[in-house]
């Protein structure tokens, strides 16, 4: 059974529609990665999963049991961290992580032992200074602790990474992976290099709409079927303006190096063939795997 | 019944480590201090401005001063210990809707009715605590310099008075809903208080308002009767509870 299971939802906004139709399920012990360009409706969504914002049309259930607007019994199955997460800054991160754990009705032993293992794991066990303090890392790590705290089956993650440095996007990652070994975890995102890193599942939104969806080799089987991408790596700038004149649809796209979409293999045969004819050397010839960048940007043009 | 416990116990935090609790100290002994003291300093005062006055023709009699005066004091000074709290505790609710820390805990399954009574619960506890202290202070300085026994009905007129801080604080909650900052429901309180002011101008109608409990200061005076105010206080009691029930109702629907 799925863990997450969205079918036809849509919302709208002053009369702007900001999720359209949307339906996805996410499969238990998972990270799915939920992609969009910022207003693609990735933290609309999210909100109307945990239940703060009303669904306009369509239904979304967690484990099983639908989801309601102002009444959120389901949230106890959740985990919930935002981009930016906010906290109390008078409190220290152990009271904080208290007031959640009396909130999802852990016993005083349960939150304490978990509190500690939690910070211990994200590395703010030694820290005792108030959060007003703390910087957007040490935030995002304490939102991570929260989210956890509960134990959720699911863990939701609004662009955890999206305002942090390189070493900050590391280390909540790998937390993520870390937690994937009992959590379920729904991860949006526009950094598709961190998707390309630990998501097993995604789905691309685009204008409130899922545009594609499937595990990344799914996605990238699809997109060969739309056609290959060729790069040819010449000895002289001479050689690839012949090559040019020959194939005026190539684009250069560095010194010596142009690249050319071509639909089929016969169409890459053709151009070995049309090489040799010419006498027209090429040190290297490459058929380029699209990033999920490339697919991406496709999906949006499209 | 466990989430209500635990956001008191943040609320009662809150207040305490971001220095409201300190103002509020300071400005309600400060006030109450100040009630006896500027009656005691009067005579002082006037005799000081009747020797400028003689300079200018003007003669003055000697001014008598007892524990009236002191009360008189209370009474004028309790609208500005009011709105230093309305200002203090305007954005309670503003706060946490703008900044979004509500996100994590109603994530985490926390009802929005446990909101509303915390923070209703928590800011009648700090008027009621502050309040009682500023009572408490002008009646054991006035009992030192005079004698109490000359202001009649004291406890219930000055219970009138809270009562009408109690309705005034709880419109912080309802207001809250409808604006997005504490300056904005500062306002609303405001603007609501003034209309229900004006409404009580109209012949018949103060009795049944809770700006009528304003009056109760002439009872110390030994004026008007207790049974006059009756019904002001059942009504800003009920409009209270009723501000609390209708916020957690309109909060209950409010995207965050």
Known sequence: MSLLTLTGVSKSFAGRQVVNDLSFSVNPQT??????????????TMKMILGLLAVDE??????????????????????????????????????YLALCGKITGMTAATYKRRSSELLELVGLSKVNQRIQGFSRGMKQRLGIA???????????????????????????????????????????????????????????????????????????AAHHTNGLKLEILFDSESDRERFKTLFPDSQASAPCKISLDRQTEADMLDILRILTEHRLPARRIERLEPSLEDLFTEMVRE | MRQLTALIGKEGLEVIRTGKATILLLVFIVFGILNPAIAKLTPWMFALMSESMAGMGLSASEIQVNALTSWAQFYKN???VLIVFLLLFAGILTHERIKGTLINLVAKGLSRW??????GIVLVACWSVGY???????????????????????????????????WLISLILPMSIFFGSGSAVMLGVGGLFAVVYVIGLLPGAAPYLPTQLLDAS??????????????????????SVLNIGIAALLFKRQAL
């Open chain 2, 78 to 80: 309790a609208p500005i």
């Open chain 2, 218 to 239: 002439t009872l110390i005076q030994g004026d008007g009767r207790l049974s006059e105010y009756a019904v002001a206080i059942g009504i800003a009691l009920l409009w």
């Open chain 1, 146 to 220: 929260q989210a956890l705290l509960n134990d959720p089956l699911l863990l939701i993650c609004d662009e955890p990474t999206s305002a942090l440095d390189p070493v900050g996007r590391k280390e909540v990652l790998e937390l993520l992976l870390l937690v994937k070994k009992h959590t379920t975890v729904v991860f949006s995102t526009h950094i598709l290099s961190d998707v390309e890193r630990i998501c097993d599942q995604m789905a691309f939104l685009h204008q409130g709409r899922i545009v594609r969806s499937g595990t990344l080799q799914q996605i990238k």
């Open chain 2, 114 to 119: 446990a909101i509303i009574a915390a923070k």
């Open chain 2, 132 to 166: 009682w202290l500023y009572y408490g202070i002008t009646y054991g300085y006035t009992a030192y310099f005079w004698d109490n026994g000359a202001a009649s009905h004291l406890v219930f007129s000055a219970f009138c008075l809270y009562m009408t801080g109690v």
């Open chain 1, 58 to 95: 369509g239904e979304i259930k967690v484990n099983g049991e639908p989801v309601r607007f102002g009444q959120t019994p389901t949230n106890r199955y959740i985990g919930y961290l935002s981009d930016v997460p906010e906290f109390y800054g008078f409190m220290t991160p152990a009271e």
């Open chain 1, 31 to 44: 990270i799915f990665g939920f992609i969009g360009q910022n207003g693609a409706g990735k933290t609309t």
